[in-house]
């Protein structure tokens, strides 16, 4: 890449695939930049299907980022199940199986980050579809940085909870639908970028401990402070982050969670906690009742009593499972 050349990175989930693919049909063959991408996807999938479609219908190549490769202007890059995608400053592709944030690898936000920490004033950052709140903080950063934020209309997105999320903490410079996507970008790439500004040191040591770098307990602490929650992803200490509008925290192995996907993961971790207690107290009421019918007098009579006792909890836990909290099956879309 040349000093002034701009690079693009774009952020989906849900609904990805087709919002990806009617951004990229848009792009002339000789767009002047590269691309880099992260889809979410579970860590057993490979992205074929989707590189195969952006090969298809696409008039730039397509590939699977692969770790230390420099990348170069019309080219896209897609980010590889199960890790990070990350820009190293002298523009080559970091591959990395860091610690998950917002219950996800790949991320947004880290490549984010990354490339607004190494292209600043020349990172062009694109938020698509998708459920929860993933690539909020990434924009942040690359907004603080000096980059261009564009966000797809919510009223455009098959999954519009991304984009809004992202509009309520963000003034992007574009919000617009994908079909005009196209043009917007080939102007912004076309022009000159303006004098860069200094980029801030906590986005520089949240990019470092994503490429972990960093992975200390000071570097954490210089970042937010402590507060009563345990990271979901280690059982280790939360620090809520000082900087920007959006309330984040990040644990000092490397996980980090938007208030959202925090609240999210630990409906989730109480859910699981009540099926298990589900579990163990039907396993002590057959016990009970075994005991009740196989022994006499007072022994038998304690087991029915504690039997009865162990359905009472079971129904109370059933009640809770069963019903439809409107709040946790928000919290926990995905």
Same mark, same amino acid.
């Given at each position: 890449m040349k000093e002034n050349e701009f690079i693009v990175v774009v952020g989906t989930s849900a609904g990805g695939m087709k919002a990806l693919t009617a951004l990229i049909e848009q792009l002339p063959k000789d767009f002047p930049a590269p691309l880099l991408i992260v889809q979410h996807l579970s860590s057993d999938a490979t992205g074929d299907a989707l590189l195969n479609e952006l090969n298809k219908i696409g008039k730039l190549k397509c590939i699977h980022a692969t770790q230390g490769e420099k990348i170069k202007s019309g080219q896209i890059y897609l980010a590889p199940s199960d890790n990070h995608?990350?820009?190293?400053?002298?523009? +080559?592709? *970091? !591959?990395?199986?860091?610690?998950?944030?917002?219950?996800s690898r790949p991320a947004i936000d880290p490549l984010f980050r990354s490339a607004a920490t190494s292209f600043g004033n020349r990172t062009i950052g694109i938020l698509l579809t998708g459920y929860l709140d993933d690539g909020? +903080?990434? *924009? !942040?950063?690359?907004?603080?940085?000096?980059?261009?934020?564009?966000?797809?209309?919510p009223a455009d997105a098959d999954y519009p909870d991304m984009p809004k999320n992202a509009l309520n903490q963000i003034k992007p410079d574009y919000c617009i639908p994908i079909a005009e996507m196209g043009g917007i970008l080939s102007t912004l790439v076309a022009r000159k970028s303006k004098k860069q500004v200094a980029i801030p040191e906590d986005i520089t040591k949240e990019v470092q401990i994503a490429k972990r770098v960093l992975s200390d307990l000071p570097s954490v602490n210089s970042l937010g402070e402590q507060v009563p929650f345990n990271c979901p992803g280690c059982g280790g200490v939360l620090w809520k982050m000082n900087k920007g509008p959006d309330l984040r925290y990040r644990c000092h192995t490397g996980h980090a969670y938007t208030a959202a996907t925090l609240l999210t993961e630990q409906t989730m971790k109480i859910e699981e906690t009540m099926w298990t207690a589900l579990r163990m107290f039907e396993e002590r009421k057959n016990l009970l009742t075994t005991i009740a019918q196989d022994q006499k007098g007072a022994t038998a009579t304690s087991a029915k009593e504690r039997s009865k006792m162990s359905q009472i909890h079971i129904d109370r836990i059933r009640a809770i499972l069963l019903s439809n909290d409107e709040a946790s099956v928000t919290d926990s879309a995905v």
């Open positions: 995608l990350m820009i190293e400053e002298n523009g +080559s592709i *970091l !591959i990395t199986k860091g610690a998950q944030e917002n219950r909020t +903080s990434g *924009l !942040i950063a690359i907004q603080r940085c000096g980059g261009i934020c564009i966000i797809q209309d």
